[in-house]
C-alpha cells in the first residue's frame, strides 16, 4: 500500500474477495531525506514519503486489515537508486518503475510475502492478468503492462492486479464510495526518490561535474558545452545550450552520448529516426518467444513509441525491426513486445540502427 488511491481501492477489492489479507507500506528511504537524500515529508512529490505511510495506514484502518511498514532502503538503495546511477553514467536512460518492479515489489516482496505463508502480492497496477497472461489496462491513458513486463511467469502466478478491468476514473469513484481519504490524492509522477524532480542535479551530486563538449553530428563542430553527459538522454531538445542557433535554423535534439568521451552529439529531428531495436537480456513473460521470428507490436517506452515489427529472436536478445520509424529510442528503457494486448516478453534496449 503506498498511500495512493490506486493501492488502497485494490487492497478493498481483494477484502470483498474474501481473500485474507494484510496491509504492507515499503519504507524506501536511506536516512531522513529519502532514498535520495532529499527533504521527505509534505510538500514533496513522488511517492514513499512518511505522509504516504500515514495515508497508507488510514486506508488500512478504513478497511479493517492488519498494516505493517516493510524496511527496504538498503535494497532499494542497491537495486534501484544505485543502479539508476550507474546507468546514466553509461549513457543509458534507465527507468527505475521497471528495476523497483523487477527487484523490490516482485522480488524481495514476494519473497518475504511467500515466506510469510502469502499467496501472492497484490497491488494496484492497472494491468490484466488472468491464467498467468498479462494483458494492458482497460483504461489506455494509465496501462501499466509496460513497467511489469519484467516479470517471469513464476512471479506472476503470485501478484493480483485487480483494478485492470476498471478506468482511472471509476477507481477514484470508488475510493469516494468506501469513505476513502486518499480518493483525490494526486497521482504521482516523479521519480520517488528525486524529491524535486531535478534528475540531472541529483545525478551531479552523486557522479561530480564533469565538462565536455557538444558537437554537431552534420559539421563535427564543438557547438556547446556541458557539465556532464549524464544529464542528457536521446530525443532531447530542451537545456542542450547551445551556443549558437543551428545554420539550417532547424532545432537540435541530443542524437548519441558517449560519457567515455564525455561528448554529446546533437542533430536535425530526422536523425533521430531508427528503424531497428537491439534488446538484450529477453524476459519472456508469457512463458517462451512465440517462435524465432515473428510479428508483433512493440513499445519502447513508458509512455509511447509504440509501432508494429518483425522480431527475431537471437541467443540471449531480440531484434526488432519496426514498421514506421521512431524518434527519441533510448539504450537502457525496456521494449515490450505484445500480441494484441497481451504481453509476450521485454527486452533491455542496447542499440538501434537506421
Request: aromatic share 6%; net charge negative.
Amino acid at each position: 500500500m503506498s498511500g495512493g488511491v490506486d493501492s488502497a481501492v485494490a487492497a478493498a477489492r481483494a477484502v470483498d474477495a474474501g481473500l485474507d489479507v494484510v496491509g504492507v507500506h515499503l519504507a524506501l528511504s536511506t536516512g531522513p531525506g529519502g532514498a535520495g537524500g532529499a527533504a521527505g515529508g509534505r510538500g514533496r512529490h513522488g511517492c514513499c514519503t512518511p505522509e504516504d505511510a500515514r495515508d497508507a495506514r488510514r486506508a488500512a484502518d478504513a478497511l479493517g486489515i492488519p498494516f505493517y511498514v516493510w524496511d527496504l532502503a538498503e535494497r532499494f538503495a542497491a537495486e534501484v537508486v544505485d543502479d539508476f546511477v550507474a546507468e546514466y553514467a553509461a549513457g543509458r536512460t534507465p527507468n527505475p518503475c521497471l528495476r523497483c518492479n523487477e527487484r523490490i515489489k516482485f522480488a524481495a516482496v514476494l519473497d518475504r510475502a511467500l515466506a510469510l505463508g502469502f499467496d501472492a502480492v497484490v497491488t494496484g497496477h492497472h494491468a490484466r492478468l488472468a491464467g498467468g497472461v498479462l494483458r494492458r489496462s482497460a483504461d489506455p491513458a494509465k496501462d501499466q503492462s509496460y513497467v511489469l513486463a519484467v516479470l517471469r511467469p513464476e512471479q506472476l502466478a503470485h501478484a493480483m492486479f485487480p483494478l485492470g478491468d476498471s478506468t482511472k476514473a471509476e477507481v477514484r469513484a470508488e475510493a469516494a464510495r468506501r469513505g476513502l481519504a486518499v480518493a483525490t490524492k494526486p497521482d504521482s509522477h516523479d521519480i520517488c526518490f528525486i524529491a524535486d524532480g531535478d534528475t540531472r542535479a541529483f545525478l551531479a551530486g552523486r557522479l561530480g561535474e564533469r565538462p565536455g563538449d557538444i558537437v554537431d553530428a552534420e559539421t563535427g563542430e564543438v557547438v556547446g558545452g556541458h557539465d556532464g553527459s549524464f544529464g542528457f538522454t536521446v530525443g532531447q531538445r530542451r537545456g542542450l545550450r547551445i551556443g549558437r542557433p543551428a545554420a539550417d535554423g532547424r532545432p537540435r535534439y541530443v542524437l548519441d552520448i558517449a560519457p567515455v568521451g564525455n561528448t554529446i552529439t546533437v542533430g536535425p529531428g530526422e536523425l533521430l529516426a531508427v528503424t531497428e531495436v537491439v534488446g538484450v537480456r529477453p524476459v519472456w513473460t508469457a512463458g517462451a518467444p512465440p517462435a524465432e521470428r515473428f510479428d508483433c507490436v512493440v513499445q519502447l517506452r513508458a509512455h509511447g513509441l509504440v509501432s508494429p515489427a518483425a522480431v527475431e529472436v537471437g541467443v540471449g536478445g531480440v531484434v526488432a525491426r519496426l514498421r514506421e520509424p521512431q524518434r527519441g529510442v533510448a539504450a537502457g528503457q525496456a521494449i515490450v513486445l505484445y500480441a494484441g494486448d497481451v504481453v509476450l516478453g521485454s527486452a533491455t534496449i542496447e542499440g538501434t540502427g537506421r
